[in-house]
């Protein structure tokens, strides 16, 4: 059976677009949809939190291996309420703590968070109060075990207890963690 050419014409001109109730419910759809993502897109506070505690871990290492390599100690002093910490060294003649070299910026080795830091991740992200058997220095020796520092002495004690430096970007926060004796790092 074939169908006349006239209904076949009438056919497609019958059902060419869609009804003003299907546009409605698709835009209504896409609404819904774009008022629930949309406003997660610019806040992403666990990424920025993961961010900053992979940074904090890998500048202990590298403090850590600084100190293997030079054989001599290396420091990372923790300010809360500058939002920043710094990796020094002991100057031999003097025994005064100095900033460590930076080897990617030349400059004095200064981690910013917060309002302070540059453009980015980082500036959302906040120190909180670090635990290194009560101060916030901590040192590694010649054998990367490390030490909890009274920053302004210098006068180190090897760590008892795991050193805790927790990082938080809105509501959520990550702990690195560095163990006594091994200062093996982990991130919780």
């Known amino acids: 059976m074939t169908i006349p050419l006239t209904s076949h014409r009438k056919l497609d001109r019958t059902r060419r677009g869609f009804t003003l109730v299907e546009i409605l419910v698709v835009v209504i759809i896409i609404g819904i ?18 961010s900053a505690a ?13 100190a293997i390599l030079s054989q001599a100690k290396r420091y990372v002093n923790i300010s809360t309420a500058g939002q920043n910490y710094a990796i020094l060294t002991c100057t031999p003649n003097t025994g005064t703590l100095t900033y460590e070299q930076n080897p990617t910026s030349l400059l004095n080795y200064i981690t910013l968070f917060g309002s302070a830091a540059t453009p980015g991740a980082m500036q959302t992200v ?5 635990s290194v058997d009560g101060k ?41 963690y560095v163990e006594p004796y091994t200062g093996s790092m982990s991130v919780h």
Do not use: H, W
């Open 33 to 50: 949809a774009s008022a629930v993502v949309v406003p997660n897109l610019g806040t992403r506070n666990d990424l920025n939190v993961a």
């Open 54 to 66: 992979r940074t904090v871990v890998s500048d202990l290492i590298y403090a850590q291996n600084r």
């Open 126 to 130: 906040l120190l909180q109060t670090p």
């Open 136 to 176: 916030t220095c901590i040192a590694f020796d010649e054998l990367g075990q490390p030490y909890s520092c009274d920053a302004s002495t210098g006068v180190t004690a090897m760590l008892v207890n795991t050193a805790t430096i927790p990082v938080k970007c809105g509501t959520f926060t990550l702990t690195v």
